[in-house]
């Protein structure tokens, strides 16, 4: 038989009940009493201990610990919003590429968001969305550095893929409902840029008497493409709501090198045309003034001067329009 702490609701004496009874008699006073109350009232007391134990575990990085004493209080004190938060931290860190708890996290930290009862309501849910975006990038990390090492196994792109898609998902989540944050909405541009770039990697592979290295390419398929592209379209729409003066910047930006390209692309026509007009008269002189044994020795070095005065030429124009480019406005790229 298990004895819980307890307290009398009389006489405040401190009592040891057995769980599995309903009603004991207290020691001091003997006044019957409810057992789920007396250890409720002991539990209230100590919720500050149990508290203050299960963020030391959390600290500690003994996150079973931390997700068991965030329960225990939460068993007597449903509402204690302290304890839904650090039970949704616990368990992000419990999770695992196999079994990712991030939905289970989500939950718990709106619960703690439903209870949490003092005015500063929107930096608490600028800290659960810091929050996220920790257990995102952890996540992420840890994806990442094993698709690096297994990408050689055939499930393991597929697999990498999705769990990008999740991580995706919670950040849109923590954007939608908890905070409108702009390095949220980078971290998800990032993310789908990298799976649609894919990934390159070698493999050695047995060819005759001996072995070849053969550069392969895992890439998404096209409706996992079209969904990473939409998503990027939503956040580059969500992205401009929230910081319009930077993408007016970046669209005057955009409008700018546009005109210059417009122009160099007439500049590089002339300069081509000017450099190979060049470079057959300087040729045609040289070829004639060349005295070889024949005729078409004179040909080939008069070729060869007019294809390096036209390099030349060309490399010098776009030189030139590099130089002339503006830089582009920071902001969106950092």
């Not at 390419?217 to 401009?240: A, G, H």
Request: include cysteine; charged fraction near 25%.
């Amino acid at each position: 038989m298990k004895f819980l702490a307890a307290k009398c609701p009389a006489c405040s004496g401190e009592l040891q009940v057995p769980e599995d009874k309903d009603f004991v008699k207290c020691m001091y006073c003997g006044v019957d009493v409810k057992v789920r109350d007396a250890i409720r009232i002991s539990l209230d007391a100590n919720v500050p201990n149990l508290l203050e134990l299960a963020n030391s575990s959390l600290k500690s990085g003994n996150n079973e610990e931390a997700y068991h004493y965030f329960n225990k209080i939460l068993e007597f004190d449903i509402k204690n919003y302290d304890a839904w938060f650090g039970k949704a931290i616990s368990v992000s860190k419990l999770s695992t590429l196999a079994i990712s708890r991030h939905q289970e996290m989500l939950n718990y930290f709106d619960t703690a968001v439903k209870y949490y009862n003092k005015e500063d309501i929107d930096n608490y849910k600028l800290l659960v969305c810091t929050k996220i975006k920790e257990f995102c990038w952890e996540y992420y990390e840890l994806a990442k550095n094993h698709k690096d090492e297994y990408i050689g196994v055939d499930s393991t792109w597929p697999e990498y893929i999705s769990q990008c898609w999740n991580i995706i998902n919670v950040f849109e989540y923590s954007f939608s409902n908890y905070y409108k944050d702009i390095n949220t909405l980078k971290w998800i541009n990032y993310i789908c840029e990298d799976n649609l770039k894919g990934t390159i990697y070698s493999e050695r592979e047995l060819m005759g008497n001996g072995f070849k290295i053969i550069e392969r390419k895992k890439e998404v398929n096209d409706k996992r493409r079209k969904e990473l592209l939409r998503k990027i379209q939503n956040t580059l729409i969500e992205w401009r709501k929230l910081d319009p003066q930077a993408w007016i910047k970046q669209d005057q930006w955009i409008t700018e090198v546009g005109e210059i390209k417009k122009a160099n692309q007439k500049m590089q026509i002339i300069s081509f045309t000017a450099s190979l007009l060049a470079g057959i008269i300087v040729g045609i002189f040289f070829g004639s003034i060349i005295d070889l044994p024949k005729k078409s020795d004179s040909t080939i070095i008069g070729i060869c001067i007019t294809v390096f005065i036209t390099l030349i030429g060309t490399i010098i124009a776009n030189t030139i329009f590099k130089k002339s480019l503006p830089p582009e406005p920071k902001g969106l790229k950092d």
